[in-house]
């Protein structure tokens, strides 16, 4: 990997051919998501800026995927040359409106708070080509909260990527209202360069299709504990080893934090306005006591 340099921007593209004419790639906000999602667009050949307001993000963000790439290789995931080639295709830099400039997609995966997302959308409206796509990776915010506030709505779509973004295959790609056909051609043609699975919404809803599958099991099994009928050791038992999901729906909500969980409900409340969106109470009540599970060392399970 690479600070980024005047030369980096002019290199020869390696580009997959059937990319729409993507050939450069921005990704806005260097944390757990964005970085790995820099990391699959080098990976599938693509020139990638990664971005991020503070360095010591950035240079975070590398030394990890500097050890993941070396586990992978170790490992037999990925050949030597292969990641040397995507370090290679992978810069860096805080110069956020000139890595846009010069990128036919930008992807922003910075914190999850509307008016951040809001002034950044602004911002790179203005710098990019009007050409160029605007995706926001946001699990809950809808892309038109963000399209209002800039001049070329049509670019603007969710481009939703699933923790750990360079393992998992799924990504979710949503229009607003006014997202262009052009707009969803290219980037579904650069998801699919990504060699993701690409699963098309035709329109938009707060937690998209993933998720609200995901939550609907999860309430499921909170009204099931909640009107007595198991243990949650006992649901968590019978999604394993009668459904086969690698893990029952407590055992995730304590892997992904019990805390997110209860500000991902409350994040899709303030866009709905349906009681139904609330965190359910047992939630709450964790949420409260600190119990957030395997990062807390305590959840719905204790994590000695
Ligand atoms: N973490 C997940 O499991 C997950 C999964 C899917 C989607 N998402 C979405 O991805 C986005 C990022 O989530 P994350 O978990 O990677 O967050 P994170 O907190 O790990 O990283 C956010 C990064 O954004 C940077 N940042 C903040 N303001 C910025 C700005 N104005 N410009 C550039 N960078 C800025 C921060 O310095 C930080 O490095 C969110 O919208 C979230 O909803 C997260």
Known sequence: MRAQTEESTTEESTTPADAAGIETVTVVGAGTMGSQIAAVAALAGFRTHLVDIAQEQLDAAAEQLRRRFD??????RRSRAQVSAAWERLGT??????????????????????????RIFSELDAVCDPG???ATNSSNIVSSRV???????????????FNPALVMECVELVPHPQTSPETMERAAAFTRALGKT?????KEIPGFVANRLLNAIRQEALSLLDQGVADFEDIDAAA??????????????????????????????????DPESLPHPMITDLYEAGRYGRKSGRGWYSYP
Do not use: W
């Not at 399209?147 to 990527?161: G, I, K, Q």
């Not at 995730?252 to 805390?259: A, F, I, P």
């Open 71 to 76: 586990r992978d290789v170790e490992k037999g």
């Open 240 to 273: 394993r080893t009668a459904l086969r999901h690698p893990m029952g729906p407590f055992e995730l909500m304590d892997l992904v934090g019990v805390d997110v969980v209860h500000m991902i409900r409350q994040a899709e409340y303030e866009q709905t306005g």
């Open 198 to 202: 690409l699963v098309t919404l035709r």
């Open 147 to 161: 399209a209002d506030a800039v001049e070329h709505p049509e670019r603007v779509c969710n481009l939703h990527f």
């Open 93 to 118: 830099t805080t110069d956020r409106d000139a890595a846009a400039a010069a990128s036919d997609i930008v992807i922003e995966a910075a914190v999850e708070d509307l008016t951040i997302k809001r």
């Open 132 to 134: 160029t796509i605007l």
